[in-house]
């Protein structure tokens, strides 16, 4: 038999684990509240930075020098020889000559010597070209060259018996270097002056 005293602390305990189990029973589980943030969200605006496309001239759209066909022809192997024009500004693409016959023939401009004149430095050549045998412009490409406004003189010079087409009126000037078919000289030194003929030659360029 228990004594008095083990059962009342026996009932004791029972009731406070009684208690306990219907007070844990009865109360309400926690409650998480979500966190509501006040406001408006923000706006992005996305402003590109505006690019530029520079259109490449591929073909050149102009030309300056003498684009007729003179009425005379003549073979001009051993020498340079220059005419002036006034050029308006672009890059020039290309020189070109009108001739008859098969052989080379290269093309060069120069600036101005200062006193119009005559040539002055090279400002580009060209690499020798063949020509086709029949009567036609033939064009020999250069590195394009940006150019301002201003004189410049067109240069030629063949090879063999190669006709270049020509008109004289004895008063357009024509520098004239004696020389074999070659590299153009840096500066146009050595020439013979001569008030003499327009030469069937132009520079293709884009304005």
């Known amino acids: 038999m228990k004594s008095a005293k083990s059962q009342i602390t026996?009932?004791?305990f029972g009731a406070?684990?009684?208690?306990?189990?219907?007070?844990?029973c009865n109360s309400n589980p926690p409650v998480i509240a979500a966190k509501t943030v006040a406001g408006t969200l923000p706006t992005f605006t996305f402003t590109p930075t505006p690019t530029f496309t520079l259109t490449p001239c591929m073909t050149p759209s102009s030309v300056f020098g003498d684009s007729t066909i003179e009425g005379a022809s003549t073979n001009n192997s051993g020498s340079i020889q220059?005419?002036?024009?006034?050029?308006?500004?672009?890059?020039?693409?290309?020189?070109s000559l009108y001739?008859?016959?098969?052989?080379?023939?290269?093309?060069?401009?120069?600036?101005?010597?200062?006193?119009?004149?005559a040539p002055g430095n090279l400002v580009v050549q060209s690499a020798s070209v063949a020509?086709?045998?029949?009567?036609?412009?033939?064009?020999?490409?250069?590195?394009p060259q940006v150019l301002p406004?201003?004189?410049y003189w067109l240069a030629f010079q063949t090879d063999t018996i190669i006709s270049t087409y020509f008109t004289f009126n004895g008063t357009t000037p024509m520098p004239l270097?004696?020389?074999?078919?070659?590299?153009?000289?840096?500066?146009?030194?050595?020439y013979s002056t001569c008030a003499c003929s327009v030469i069937s030659m132009r520079a293709d360029y884009c304005p």
Do not use: C, E, H, R
């Not at 406070?16 to 844990?24: D, K, M, P, T």
């Not at 220059?82 to 020189?95: H, S, T």
């Not at 078919?181 to 030194?189: D, K, L, N, R, S």
């Open 82 to 95: 220059a005419n002036k024009y006034i050029f308006p500004g672009g890059a020039i693409k290309g020189l």
């Open 131 to 143: 020509t086709v045998a029949s009567p036609g412009w033939n064009t020999a490409y250069v590195t």
């Open 16 to 24: 406070l684990f009684a208690g306990f189990v219907i007070s844990a």
């Open 177 to 190: 270097i004696t020389q074999s078919f070659g590299v153009f000289p840096a500066t146009y030194a050595g």
């Open 10 to 12: 026996l009932f004791i």
């Open 149 to 151: 406004a201003g004189t």
């Open 99 to 117: 001739t008859s016959g098969a052989g080379q023939f290269s093309m060069a401009l120069y600036f101005d010597n200062g006193s119009g004149t």
